[in-house]
């Protein structure tokens, strides 16, 4: 099992431009997650799907970030525009539905620099 | 008031002492609850899971839970170098919902 697959590792963009980040979950898991992590805030839940249905976006900052799962295997994180104050480390992770038990599996992340 | 506070630390102990460390958080309903190690570049790994109050120990890990006090622990015996890390707790108040606390460095000294 190759584990989740996370896209690109690293991104280095300028202000304004759009970023998609992208995020194959684990096969047969179906909840998929995104999180944000920086140093000052830690670990962020920006949003989670259950087979591919968004549940929980209450956690995405603003309208500039929009999220999407077109089909089990695929998610993408889209900032637009993006601005320096959004640079941090974005987490993808996947679990089969979350009983007692289950645990989160993450991927590498994608290191995001926004100058 | 932050949904899980731990103390970030860095906490510094010696090789083959006992490592402490500990998270409150805030949703009284919470039910379950987890540790999450996180190596410096990696993505976190799940290490422990609690779900009564009491004790539960795996190998050199021990974690602690109390809800009256809304409090989750975890002790690391014999301490390693190879245990230097951020550890995470996490709690999940409902759903499928999973709250991290900020992370405590953890520093094993030779």
């Known amino acids: 099992d190759a584990g989740v697959i996370q896209s690109p590792r690293h991104e280095v963009t300028e202000m304004g431009q759009e970023v998609t980040l992208r995020c194959k979950p684990i096969?047969?898991?179906?909840?998929l997650f995104w999180y944000r992590q920086t140093m000052m805030r830690g670990l962020e839940l920006l949003i989670y799907f259950n087979n591919n249905v968004p549940i929980d976006d209450s956690g995405m900052p603003e309208d500039r970030f929009s999220a999407k799962m077109p089909n089990a295997s695929f998610s993408t994180l889209k900032i637009q525009p993006s601005e320096p104050r959004d640079s941090a480390v974005y987490f993808c992770?996947?679990?089969?539905?979350?009983?007692?038990?289950?645990?989160?599996?993450f991927g590498s992340g994608t290191q995001l620099s926004v100058l | 008031q932050k949904e899980v506070e731990q103390n970030s630390g860095p906490l510094s102990v010696p090789e083959g002492a006992i490592a402490s460390l500990n998270c409150t958080y805030s949703?009284?309903?919470?039910?379950?609850f987890f540790w999450y190690r996180q190596y410096s570049g990696k993505s976190p790994e799940l290490i422990m899971s609690i779900y009564s109050n009491g004790d539960k120990e795996d190998g050199r890990f021990t974690a602690q839970l109390n809800k009256a006090s809304q409090y989750v622990s975890l002790l690391i015996r014999d301490s390693q170098p190879s245990d230097s890390a951020t550890y995470l707790c996490a709690v999940n108040g409902g759903g499928n919902k999973l709250t991290f606390g900020t992370g405590t460095q953890l520093k094993v000294e030779l």
């Open positions: 096969s047969g898991h179906n909840s």
């Open positions: 949703d009284r309903g919470s039910q379950s």
């Open positions: 992770a996947s679990c089969p539905l979350m009983a007692p038990g289950e645990k989160l599996f």
